[in-house]
């Protein structure tokens, strides 16, 4: 493995290469965390959607930890495609990843309904519309009973970590499109999608696990 030579132009770290496979340092630190959520919480053989896979890492311990659910990538970055697409040419589960823009509109037609959307820290380096495009792909997709699972860093009033406001300050000045997001807004959007906050779970680093499900 050797360390890429260019600047990621998608990742807010330096991911790590070996051929096409990307390694994200953040990804390692999540991935623990992020398994434990979701394989206890996938029925038998779900349908997992992954909104901005990256590196595919997370797909590839989810589905290692859980063999029997399938799970299908998507990215919009054409590195991050072609390492997802290594991870699903050796791991059954693992669906060859679809190019997609969550923030455009119809980007739901043609995929079938799925068990669990999943989204892991992209909303706050993605324009707001991309989390609107996020929750109303998930009132189309999300089959009764399942659930959206975003992870990572949220806004949530006098709870908010200090680390946590100085990350929304750097991520507006690089771009002010981007942003941590208050809770309560995405639970408002969610909600209005037919979706509710089901469980929200502390997760390590400040970040947290919410579970917006869909009755049954
Ligand atoms: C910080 S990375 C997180 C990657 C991975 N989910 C993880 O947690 O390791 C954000 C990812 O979101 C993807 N992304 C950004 N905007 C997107 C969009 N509009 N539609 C789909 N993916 C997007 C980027 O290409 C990038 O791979």
Avoid at 124 to 129: G, N, V
Avoid at 136 to 144: C, Y
């Amino acid at each position: 493995m050797t360390p890429e030579n260019q600047p990621p132009t998608v990742a807010l770290e330096d991911r790590m290469r070996d051929a096409a496979k990307l390694y994200s340092p953040s990804a390692a630190r999540n991935r623990e965390p992020v398994r434990a959520v979701l394989a206890e919480r996938l029925r038998d053989n779900a349908r997992v959607l992954e909104i901005g896979s990256g590196t595919g890492e997370h797909g590839e311990a989810c589905c290692a930890a859980r063999p029997d659910i399938a799970w299908q990538f998507t990215e919009i970055d054409p590195e991050s495609l072609a390492s997802c697409a290594a991870r699903a040419a050796e791991m059954d589960g693992l669906l060859p990843p679809l190019r997609l823009d969550a923030g455009s509109p119809g980007w739901v037609d043609g995929i079938e309904p799925v068990d669990a959307l999943v989204c892991l820290n992209v909303i706050h380096i993605a324009p707001w519309p991309v989390a609107e495009g996020l929750a109303s792909g998930a009132a189309r997709l999300v089959n009764p009973g399942g659930f959206v699972f975003l992870y990572g860093p949220f806004l949530d009033g006098e709870r908010t970590a200090p680390s946590n406001l100085a990350f929304d300050a750097s991520l507006r000045q690089r771009n002010p499109a981007w942003g941590v997001r208050p809770i309560g807004t995405v639970t408002d959007l969610f909600t209005k999608n037919g979706l509710a906050l089901d469980e929200r779970i502390e997760v390590p680093a400040n970040n947290l696990a919410l579970i917006f499900r869909r009755a049954a």
